[in-house]
Every structure is written in C-alpha cells, then in structure tokens.
Nanobody, 110 residues
Framework: QVQLVESGGGLVQPGGSLRLSCVAS???????GGWYRQGPELQNEMVALITDDFSTMYGDSVKGRFTISRDNGKNTIWLEMSNLKSDDTAVYYCTYNGNRGQGTQVTVSS
C-alpha cells in the first residue's frame, strides 16, 4: 500500500517559482514516479517522471523550466518549477508506482 502526501502548492505570480514535495509512506521499492496535472478545463498532462535509476522525462510544455528529483532515503519526490506561466495553473498530482496522491493546487496569476 502506498500513501502519498503532496505539499508546496499555492498562488504565485507569472515568472515565479514553486517547489512541490511528495512524501510516500510505503515499503514498496520505488520503480517509477512523478507528477501529472489537471488543468481548469480538466485536461490531463504528464509533467515529469523519474525512474529508479534516476532517468527523467518531461512534458514538452515544461522542459527547461521544471526539474524533478527524488531522495530514496526520504521516500520523497520533488518538482522544482520556475518561470511559471498562467498555463501552469492546475492541480498537481504525485504518482508512485502507479499510485496517485490527492493533489495540490498551483495557481499562477497576477
């Protein structure tokens, strides 16, 4: 069983930065995880993924602006977001071996 707790969302101005965190409570060995988002019009998008060997993959719209990382010992996955745009406004969901958290809202607005 995997329980995920996301944090770090909030309101930020365009061009600003946020750091999302996802802490997993589980004994499962990490294989793959990351972040997805669902925008205001309910469109779903893969944001970033990271594997057990630390390979990463990013959605085209966030490449060069977002960075995913993780810490095995802390069972934590982070998403560093910079140069945020209004189109980044969404609920961000953490995933861990196919399990999904409750989500954290990110709103980019002036």
């Amino acid at each position: 069983q995997v329980q995920l707790v996301e944090s770090g969302g909030g309101l930020v101005q365009p061009g600003g930065s946020l750091r999302l965190s996802c802490v997993a409570s589980t004994t499962e060995r990490f294989r793959v995880g990351g972040w997805y988002r669902q925008g205001p019009e309910l469109q779903n998008e893969m944001v970033a993924l990271i594997t057990d060997d630390f390979s990463t993959m990013y959605g085209d719209s966030v490449k060069g602006r977002f960075t995913i990382s993780r810490d095995n010992g802390k069972n934590t996955i982070w998403l560093e977001m910079s140069n945020l745009k209004s189109d980044d406004t969404a609920v961000y969901y953490c995933t861990y071996n196919g399990n999904r958290g409750q989500g954290t809202q990110v709103t980019v607005s002036s």
